[in-house]
């Protein structure tokens, strides 16, 4: 069970998270989608390992559990538990292993799927701390400049200058490679067949959907449902399409009724292992009363996967400025989230009754607050910056404050500030 660092390790933005909140929690959880990096970021910083994929581990590990789950997390500190989920009394052995030592830094746990807080005896507030992975942002990936800091915008930096290495096509080509870490440094065609593999094996194995009856019905019926729901949640990318309407899609999509019930069953099903991220609803403080639309934005976990269920290559996208200009975005708001949360940031949307949408609100502690529209280019830069004067005119400057930014991100042309102060910014030029 010993544990040793990655010489080949690509550095990840959440790391100085994940040392802070050790230093600060007796755990942390993390959780992101297969193959974005968990176990590998964690075993950075642990130095025993407990690896319950590995069959032949778990088989062990499962029947010491049986006995004393709290045998399984002996080992010098931090231990890792990869893949917990498997075992989950683990948790609360590891919550009541913190309780009794009062020392930080205990244990990492990582997982690619969701465990619902009723199925545990204690959540762990106040002891482990949950922290969400996602796949890699352009600057992780070293295919972005890094001229334009998010964090130094929200310190008050006024103009910002910069020039992306890459244009609308190259912008194309990093969107379907999508941001996982064992496709850096792969030619086009190689990545999009781990693309691939990867989208296969979501549909193929990565589903439980409840009992053996279900499961076995599942090898006739859920393969078929499973890529059309995801074709459609691709199609509906950086949009608030209800779940009735996305069980609309599935059925003209295949020919076949759907119970609503069983939409929602996917939906739970996509959401418990991370493959979507949706966007929630940001609810400030209006000068004026406006009904706030509170839905999420559907987003899936790396737009390369929405992409794939499309068909959609390079050349598609830059032929196809609608499909590209969704897709994009959900690029842009993966970026925001991985920069935001190095800053202790959230990232939400904004729409109201009166049709006024803003793609991303970033919110970071002490009530600081920058608003982002996302356009394909700078062409449409007036446009994005006339929804941000928008937003700013009706926040309640009072409460809320003023915004510390405004941005519009696009994917290509240069970095430059407006006169109007707003920012125009290249997502290849972005960094934390």
Request: charged residues 30%.
């Amino acid at each position: 069970m010993g544990q040793s660092t990655d010489s080949d390790y690509i550095p990840r933005l959440i790391d100085d998270v994940l040392k802070d909140d050790l230093r600060l929690f007796g755990g942390v959880v993390i959780t992101g989608p297969k193959w974005c990096g968990k176990t590998t970021t964690a075993e950075q910083v642990t130095r025993t390992g407990v690896y319950l994929q590995d069959k032949t581990q778990y088989n062990r590990f499962r029947k010491i559990a049986n006995l004393d789950p709290s045998r399984v997390l002996e080992g010098e500190t931090p231990v890792l538990v990869d893949e917990w989920q498997r075992i989950p009394e683990l948790w609360d052995a590891a919550r009541f292993q913190i309780d009794r030592r009062k020392t930080k830094g205990q244990f990492v746990f990582t997982g690619s799927k969701i465990i619902n807080d009723s199925e545990l005896e204690h959540s762990g507030a106040g002891r482990i701390k949950r922290l969400k992975m996602r796949t890699m942002s352009l600057w992780e990936m070293g295919e972005s400049t890094g001229e334009v800091s998010l964090g130094k915008l929200f310190e008050g930096q006024d103009s910002i200058v910069g020039l992306p290495e890459y244009d609308y096509l190259g912008m194309a080509r990093r969107l379907v490679r999508g941001g996982w870490p064992d496709t850096v440094g792969l030619d086009d065609r190689d990545c999009y067949k781990r693309v691939e593999g990867y989208c296969n094996a979501i549909v193929d194995y990565d589903f439980d959907l409840g009992t053996d009856e279900e499961r076995t019905r599942r090898v006739t019926h859920s393969n078929r449902n499973l890529r059309s729901i995801l074709r459609s949640l691709s199609r509906g990318s950086a949009s608030s399409i209800s779940v009735e309407n996305i069980k609309r899609d599935m059925e003209g999509d295949s020919g076949v009724d759907l119970g609503i019930n069983t939409v929602h069953r996917y939906m739970r099903a996509l959401q418990n292992i991370c493959l979507t991220d949706d966007l929630p609803a940001w609810t400030p403080q209006l000068r004026s009363k406006t009904a706030i639309r509170t839905s999420d934005t559907r987003h899936l976990t790396d737009p390369a996967i929405a992409a794939y269920f499309l068909d959609a290559g390079p050349e598609d996208l830059v032929h196809d400025p609608e499909t590209f200009g969704l897709l994009f975005e959900t690029m842009a708001v993966r970026d925001l989230r991985v920069y935001a949360q190095t800053l202790d940031g959230r990232v939400c949307h904004y729409r109201d009754k009166n049709g006024l949408e803003i793609d991303a609100v970033i919110h970071l502690p002490m009530g600081r607050w920058g608003a982002v529209e996302v356009k394909l280019n700078d062409s449409w830069a007036d446009k994005g910056a006339e929804n941000l004067l928008k937003l700013r005119d009706k926040v309640d400057s009072n409460t809320m404050g003023d915004p510390a930014f405004m941005a519009v991100v696009t994917a290509d042309g240069a970095a430059y500030t407006r006169d109007d102060g707003i920012h125009v910014i290249p997502l290849s030029c972005l960094r934390n």
